[in-house]
């Protein structure tokens, strides 16, 4: 009895402390958020934020509350609970005039949301996956249970870029977009049969993301290459500029090696067009005869490049060999029995 009058006396006495100790506010339960956010406790984090969310009296705040859960439940590794505060946040910036989400930003979520989408599928198809059940001591069967894996971790949170989230925006040499194109410039050595030459190249790729998960992005698009060859005819002795166009339907696979640096490889199938040749007395053609147009044939290109993510949209790219083979055409020197190009190239790239 005495024990008994002993708890309930320390309750009592425990009570007004653990009531002033507890949360009362929107932006108490922030703090404590992001307090468990950042020790790696993230349950508690998400519960934290969805009781800011059901106290916060600002409807302009209440979306980024949204977010923080689904960060939370992210890094958790929970994706069909992410998934689902990641949408319920996008509905509501869609309703917000004042401070709409830039487009970039929504896209990136997006593409976060189809992730986590594929993450949740997955994880349903290994939980209806037998064995379902468990084994009791005796060695009976028991009742029926799932089994449930997780998906990787993908680091720390991006947070919101208008000051939302306890998370921090990085700049990812992956980071999710609906389209990319890049520009790139250098020079290139090409070898005609015996003839050589280097020329300056420029390269301008366009590509749409067919694939983007677990750090390996694969990308369906074109290529447009120009180049510029000068050469001397040997009829009049003037000095000429012939070009090479090239036009591909190119393939590119990046992995990211580090969040800010990705490793991509192209390669590309389509046409090169060898124009400024129509004069007679032009070194590429047989008996230096010139032709009434360009001459098309097939092209082969393979590239290998470094990419640095400046911003989530700017990325710097250096492809320090790019090789493109095309066999001869009918029209072309006997001599020429194929054309070989090596380029490097700097360049810029975007993405949005």
Avoid: H
């Amino acid at each position: 009895m005495k024990r008994m009058k002993s708890l309930v006396i320390a309750s009592l006495l425990l009570a007004p402390a653990l009531a002033f100790a507890q949360p009362k506010s929107a932006d108490d339960w922030y703090k404590e958020g992001e307090t468990q956010y950042n020790l790696g406790n993230f349950e508690q984090a998400a519960e934290a934020f969805k009781q800011g969310f059901a106290l916060e009296t600002v409807d302009s705040k209440k979306a980024a509350y949204l977010y923080n859960v689904a960060q939370a439940y992210r890094q958790g590794n929970r994706c069909k609970d992410a998934s689902f505060f990641y949408k319920r946040y996008l509905s509501l910036k869609d309703q917000d005039t004042a401070k709409p989400l830039k487009p970039e930003k929504k896209a990136e979520i997006e593409q976060r949301i189809a992730e986590l989408d594929q993450c949740a599928k997955n994880q349903d198809d290994i939980a209806k996956k037998p064995p379902g059940d468990t084994i009791v001591p005796a060695g009976e069967t028991g009742a029926k249970t799932g089994t449930k894996t997780v998906a990787e971790g993908e680091g720390e949170g991006e947070g919101e870029e208008e000051g939302e989230g306890v998370g921090i925006t990085q700049t990812r040499a992956l980071a999710p977009r609906v389209v990319s194109a890049r520009l790139e410039g250098g020079g290139g050595y090409i070898k005609l049969g015996d003839l050589t030459s280097t020329v300056p190249a420029v390269a301008l790729t366009a590509g749409y993301p067919v694939y983007s998960m677990n750090g390996v992005e694969i990308d369906a698009g074109i290529v447009f290459g120009f180049s510029p060859l000068k050469f001397r005819n040997s009829s009049t002795g003037e000095d000429k500029t012939g070009t090479f166009t090239s036009l591909l339907v190119n393939g590119a696979v990046t992995y990211a090696a580090t969040p800010q640096i990705g490793v991509r490889g192209d390669l590309g199938v389509g046409v090169l067009s060898l124009g400024g040749i129509s004069e007679m007395g032009n070194p590429f053609t047989e008996g230096a005869a010139g032709t009434s147009g360009a001459l098309a044939m097939l092209a082969v290109r393979a590239a290998v490049s470094a990419d640095y993510a400046i911003t989530p949209n700017l990325v710097a790219t250096v492809t320090p060999v790019a090789f493109s083979f095309s066999p001869p055409k009918e029209g072309l020197r006997e001599e020429i029995n194929s054309i070989i190009r090596l380029d490097f190239m700097l360049g810029l790239g975007y993405r949005m």
